[in-house]
């Protein structure tokens, strides 16, 4: 295996690392341009020390987790069984993934259809989308904190924030709008029904965390991986734990993506048709760590394009400045608060002051025990 000629050279602090990280971004075409160009080696800009990444790929060969399976055919027969797989899955992984969940097999392969038009435009088009102006609902970019983090990541991503506002369709590129518009709907309908379910695995009436604004809000962030010529040198997606109450990811099914699990790496292999489910920070703040937001991150492939579909279910800076705190009902005396209240304003800040650097971002909002 290839490997770094020389760790020096691609320490942050080696080189103009701002001047390449601009000069790649005024590319506007991501790491697809990269990739179309036919370089066979990577920008120095996405070089991880190579030790951390080999050191990582072995731990996770050794680990045999199944990734639970909550089949929602058996909600109307067997509610309480269901509600406490969410429980167990939520509580113990943090993941899972949902089987039957109403979504037509038509809406999910329109969905990757929309991903592919999109990224696969020409770059003068895709161009126009190109930002990293929070204000703008519907930007194309590569790595949202590509100026923050030491080292960027194989991944380009078209964000379109939905929701709570609707969007205006003509917002969206017209390669992909009415499938984007179409899947929105769809997911979110699976959101609620998995909100309730949430809710019930706490013990809580079932619309709680629907009443809390849960579902209010979501974006769709459509996720381009292209083939990558040194996989073993760089990340898809560094690993991070998501901001938001819980995501629903469709995934291709080319692999990559992976869940940190009792200090190993697990792998969650693609299966056609499941989605599969994340609890985020904020829902493990209002659990008051009943339920866990786990790192994840995905693994760079000599394959591709990867494509995938996450839709975090938030308000972003909810400019209302609802207090988000641990539940009253989760606290008691023997269950004391982990978690001071925040805003969603104050959350978002903070995190995107840090970008994906594999550290909770409820770092700082934990009490001290
Ligand atoms: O592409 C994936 O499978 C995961 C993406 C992800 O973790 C995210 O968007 O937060
Ligand atoms: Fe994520």
């Known amino acids: 295996m290839e490997v770094a000629a020389d760790s020096t050279d691609i320490a942050p602090s080696a080189y103009n690392r701002y001047q390449e990280l601009k000069d790649f971004d005024e590319t506007k075409s991501g790491v697809k341009g990269i990739s179309d160009s036919g370089l066979a080696k990577i ?14 790929r072995s731990k996770s060969r050794a680990a045999g987790l199944q990734i639970p399976i909550i089949d929602l055919k058996n909600l109307a027969t067997n509610r309480q069984g269901t509600v406490e797989q969410v429980l167990e899955a939520a509580h113990k992984v943090g993941f899972f993934r949902v089987v039957n969940h109403g979504m037509p097999e038509s809406v999910l392969e329109g969905a990757f259809a929309a991903a592919r038009a999109f990224h696969e435009l020409p770059k003068e088009v895709k161009a126009e989308y190109y930002g990293r102006d929070g204000k703008r609902r519907v930007r194309f970019s590569c790595n949202f904190d590509l100026y923050m983090t030491t080292y960027a990541s194989w991944r380009d991503t078209l964000f379109c924030r939905m929701e709570p506002e609707p969007l205006d369709p003509q917002e969206l590129p017209l390669v992909c709008r009415d499938t984007i518009m179409e899947y929105s709907k769809q997911v979110r309908a699976v959101g609620i029904a998995l909100l309730e379910l949430l809710s019930e695995a706490l013990g809580l009436k079932p619309d709680y965390l629907v009443n809390m604004n849960c579902a209010k809000g979501h974006a769709l962030l459509y996720h381009y991986y ?10 898809g997606t560094a690993n991070h734990s998501d901001p938001d109450f819980f995501t629903i990811l469709l995934q291709d099914d080319i692999g990559g993506l992976q869940v940190y699990y009792q200090d190993q790496w697990v792998d969650v292999p693609p299966v056609k048709g499941a989605l599969v489910v994340n609890i985020g920070d904020l829902l493990q703040l209002m659990s008051n760590d009943i339920f866990k937001s786990v790192e994840h991150r995905v693994l760079s492939k000599d394959v591709g394009p990867r ?7 938030t308000l972003y800076e909810d400019p209302t400045s609802k207090i988000y705190g641990p539940i009253k009902e989760l606290v008691s005396e023997d269950r004391p608060a982990l978690y001071r209240e925040i805003t969603l304003r104050e959350f978002m800040t903070h995190y995107y002051s840090k970008g994906l650097d594999g550290i909770s971002a409820l770092t700082p909002f934990r009490l001290p025990s």
């Open 43 to 56: 920008p120095r800009i996405f070089v991880r020390p190579a030790d951390e990444i080999i050191r990582d």
């Open 226 to 235: 292209p083939a990558c010529p040194e996989p073993d040198l760089t990340l």
């Open 307 to 313: 494509l995938s579909i996450a839709c975090f279910f």
